[in-house]
């Protein structure tokens, strides 16, 4: 007998369009409804303490949640109904708040009780899913040896797990090797460089492997086994999680370079011997690309430290100056202090001609409002980043997203920034944004920490056929393997004479897009089988 618990939150009176006493009044009689309940506060403790017990009392053994975004706060039901030693997939959620309060003004009663009797009929068919736990590799592998992958596999020492650094150079540091300092660091990057090489080189849960370039990568979360080749010999290692920290690429400029048109990294190799630095130099912004974030903290850095070391007279030209940096707006402002002058163009390009021994730089000045000449000795031209095309690794590694500008593309920019689109595959530093010292250092150490909370246990629970492909249905088109974007299905032998589709349960993220484009329906996936959204759809319109 299906006996149905429906609790329902005003997520702490940020709902006030929804009478809810009269959806209360209208529910006790709805069939297999055996209990209702108004809450302010069921995801705090003292919100699923009162769930938990009158799932307990009530005997209840299907929940539906009228409350937030499943997204948001789902998980925290779960637990609460296997606290009760309930399975968690019984729950069904109806988002009465983003999807029906914060979407309307006026009063939408009558669409959150159809949202709620269509939670309701889902939840009478859901069925429990298994569980079981698999164990794991708790080794990490570490691409990329620059700032972010060194830190990231010093954070995974500290945490106790052993971690395997590659890096195709003959030597560690990256682009670390090549940046002059740090505004608002106390250390220096050739310091920082020597204390993390040092660390990586005492600790004995990190192993370092330099000249080295992978070769193969085949399996999934927790179990993936990884080729490397490096002087002279090829070794296969075995991985719960892998961190991409390949980096950034080569720079594009916004203007043909010469001997006095340079760009910011050769201008902070020229800073190392200010006595050879001009006395006029112009320092344009976002001219190769607007939403730059290092190359406008590149260029503040070395206008401020060309003031402090030689007094040049320095312009900046930018059309937008982007500074949403940690100490970024700090180091604007020091800057301006020091004497440099900004310029803030319009959409007329700047004009630049050689005028004797100078350059006569011609620009369009919208706080002005007129066009303002200048002679500069010296131009430094901005560079935009560029993600790393590095095809072996697009090709060892399938399935992991990129955006449009090319950079591997985060799962979600907002609740994953470092997880990629493949489970246990992670990001860390330039390969996937424009990111400064600060940030990649934190970057590295959230992607650490992930792989932690993943792998540290020794063994993963996972869902036990959330997600199955009938082999008596497969036709073995191989729809759904070309499909999935997680890589997690594979072909199987189920005799000598046939094959079929399998899901692998540890990558699958059930997303449901296998079980949508299956021509021959032979994917069932749990809690959204057609019997269950059918069930959904009849409850609009009609009533409880």
């Known amino acids: 007998m299906v006996k149905i618990g429906v609790f329902i939150c005003d997520c702490g009176g940020s709902i006030r369009n929804i009478d809810f006493p009269a959806i209360k009044e209208k529910l006790s009689n709805a069939p297999d409804v055996a209990y209702t309940n108004l809450s302010s506060n069921l995801c705090l403790s003292q919100g699923q303490e009162a769930m938990l017990s009158c799932i307990r009392d009530g005997g209840l053994n299907r929940v539906v949640v009228a409350a937030c975004s499943p997204e948001l706060k789902e998980h925290i039901f779960q637990q609460v109904l296997e606290s009760a030693g309930l399975n968690s997939h019984i729950l069904s959620m109806a988002n009465i708040r983003e999807q029906c309060s914060w979407a309307h003004q006026m009063d939408v009663t009558g669409k959150a009780l159809m949202q709620i009797g269509m939670a309701i009929n889902k939840a009478r068919l859901l069925e429990p899913v298994g569980r079981r736990e698999i164990p794991v590799c708790r080794d990490v592998l570490v691409i990329g040896g620059g700032l972010a992958g060194m830190n990231a596999a010093h954070e995974l020492s500290k945490l106790g797990l052993k971690a395997t650094l590659v890096e195709r ?38 192993e370092a492997l330099t000249s080295a370039r992978i070769t193969s990568v085949e399996g999934e979360l927790g179990n993936f086994s990884v080729k490397i080749k490096g002087k002279g010999k090829e070794i296969t290692r075995n991985f719960g999680a892998i961190i991409l920290a390949t980096g950034y690429e080569s720079f594009s400029y916004g203007i043909e370079l010469a001997a006095n048109v340079i760009t910011q990294s050769q201008f902070a190799d020229l800073l190392k011997s200010p006595e050879k630095v001009p006395q006029k130099v112009g320092l344009f912004i976002d001219i190769a690309d607007e939403h730059s974030r290092i190359s406008t903290l590149a260029a503040l850095s070395n206008a401020l430290a060309l003031k402090e070391k030689t007094g040049s007279e320095v312009y900046i030209f930018c059309r937008n100056l982007k500074v949403d940096s940690d100490g970024a707006e700090r180091l604007y402002r020091e800057v301006r202090n020091k004497g440099v002058l900004f310029f803030k163009l319009g959409e007329k390009p700047p004009q630049i001609s050689v005028d004797g021994d100078q350059l006569r730089v011609q620009v369009e000045d919208l706080l002005l409002g007129k066009e303002v000449v200048l002679s500069c000795d010296l131009l430094v031209m901005d560079e935009k980043p560029l993600p790393r095309r590095d095809p072996e690794i697009l090709k060892l590694i399938p399935k992991v997203g990129l955006d449009s500008t090319g950079f591997f593309q985060e799962e979600n920019v907002h609740l994953y920034p470092i997880a990629s689109n493949r489970k246990g595959i992670f990001f860390a530093g330039g390969c996937h944004a424009e990111l400064d010292t600060g940030s990649v250092l934190v970057d590295a150490a959230n992607a650490a920490l992930s792989a932690y909370e993943l792998l540290s246990p020794g063994k ?65 996936f749990e809690g959204y089988s057609d019997e269950q959204m059918l069930s959904e759809i009849e409850a609009i319109g009609s009533a409880l």
């Open 169 to 206: 150079e003959p030597s560690l540091g990256g682009r670390l090797r090549e940046l002059s300092g740090f505004y608002g660091l106390e250390t220096s990057p050739g310091e920082m460089l020597e204390s993390m090489v040092k660390a990586i080189s005492e600790s004995g849960d990190i």
């Open 460 to 524: 993963i629970a996972v869902e036990v056929e959330k997600v199955k492909i009938d082999p008596d249905k497969c036709r073995m088109c191989l729809t759904c393997i070309r499909t999935c974007p997680h890589d997690a299905i594979r072909v199987i032998q189920v005799n000598t004479e046939r094959q079929t589709a399998q899901i692998v349960d540890l990558a699958c993220d059930g997303c449901g897009i296998c079980a949508a484009i299956c021509p021959a329906r032979a994917i069932k």
